[in-house]
Structure formats: C-alpha cells, structure tokens
C-alpha cells in the first residue's frame, strides 16, 4: 500500500506523544532546581583527581606520568612535575605534580585521560554546576581544587570504584610477594657464600746481625 510506511511512522509518533502524558516513566521533566533527577552512575562531566586517605597531598595517587597530559585531545591538561620524591599514601616515596591544572572551559569529557591513567589516579565527576562569571580563571582548577577522595569516588561511581580497589589490592599483594621474595632470595645467596678468612701472611725471618752487614 502506497504510504503504509508514512502512515506507521506518524502512528508510532501519536503512540508515544500520548505516552509521555500518560506513562510514569516517560514524565521525565522536572522542576529543576527545586527538584532533580537521580544521578546516573554512568554519568560523566569532567576529571577530578583521586586521593586516599584523609590526605589530599600525600594521598594523591597521581605520579606526574604526564601521559594524561599528552593524550588530552583539546590539550587542556598541564602537569609540571616533582624534582623530589615524597612518600604516599603507603609510605613509598614516589615523584608527584607540583602543578596539576585542567581547563574545564576546554574539556570535552571524553574521558580518555581516565582510560590511559595506569594508576587508577584520575577519574570523570558528575558534578555539573559549575557556571561561573569568570571565563578564563574561574574555570582552570588547579591540583587543589581537582582532589577529591576515594570515598567521593565511592559515592558517584560505586560499581566502577569497588571493581578499582580490588585490583588496586590485588596488585598491591603481588608487589608484596614479589619483594618478600627477592629479599628471602638475597638473604638465602647472601647466607650460601662462606665468609672468607683473611690471607695467611708468612711472617720474615728476623735479620741477623751478620746479614745485616752482608746486605749494607
């Protein structure tokens, strides 16, 4: 029938025109921000930077890498790295940023920093409210402003962070075996080599008077 693909479509249109007066899940509208819609934990806006612990500054899982800063797309990440080492979180000294911005005016949440960060460090927020009357600085967060704890990122992303830890645990473990290992081997090696004694020297035969004269 000529048009029965037209005649579908606007039928399908009416359907859920209808619907979205009717169906409790299709009255998505609020009135916002009086009221708000439940965040969704896939939802993602802009990075922030996770540390453990209470914090802020020995916690910061970030090492300074730069490769974040080096994948970025827009090129909105600048990461100015330690000349010092300073222990984390676990009492490891480790290299860490001296300077960590990002511009958010740039950003474009595309989440690849996250997905290149070999240690767990940066993560994307949910928080979106962040309009300002400043264009340029109200919009670059420095490193303090970008920390935020691992029990925040618990919160808005709880699926993603539980799984984080686990191998973060998981991989702590297996650095412990290993050192345990390559300590109880060195002392093993060190314990298999004798203690050498010190070489046996011939004491000379004292020189007598006689030969004392011969030799001068």
Not at 33 to 47: S, Y
Not at 97 to 121: G, K, L, W
Not at 151 to 165: G, L, M, Q, S
Not at 183 to 194: C, I, T
């Amino acid at each position: 029938m000529l048009g029965e693909g037209i005649l579908k479509g606007l039928g399908e249109t009416a359907r859920n025109f209808v619907g979205s007066y009717v169906s409790a899940e299709r009255l998505t509208t609020v009135q916002y921000p009086e009221e708000r819609a439940p965040e969704i934990e896939a939802t993602r806006d802009f990075p922030f930077l996770v540390y453990d612990g209470t914090d802020g500054e020995a916690g910061l899982r970030c090492v300074a890498c730069q490769i974040c800063e080096k994948e970025c797309p827009p090129k909105c990440i600048y990461i100015v790295k330690s000349t010092d080492k300073k222990p984390d979180a676990f009492g490891k000294p480790q290299i860490y940023p001296t300077r960590f911005d990002i511009d958010i005016s740039v950003c474009m949440s595309c989440q690849i920093c996250v997905e290149v960060c070999p240690f767990e460090a940066i993560k994307m927020d949910t928080e979106f409210e962040l309009s300002t009357t400043d264009r340029f600085g109200g919009l670059l967060y420095d490193r303090k402003e970008l920390s935020k704890s691992n029990e925040y990122y618990h919160k808005i992303h709880p699926t993603e962070a539980a799984e984080v830890d686990a191998r973060l645990a998981e991989e702590k473990v297996k650095a412990d075996a290993k050192a345990k290992a390559a300590a109880a081997a060195a002392a093993a090696k060190a314990a298999a080599v004798p203690a050498q004694a010190p070489a046996h020297i011939t004491p000379k035969p004292p020189v007598t008077a006689v030969e004392g004269d011969k030799q001068g």
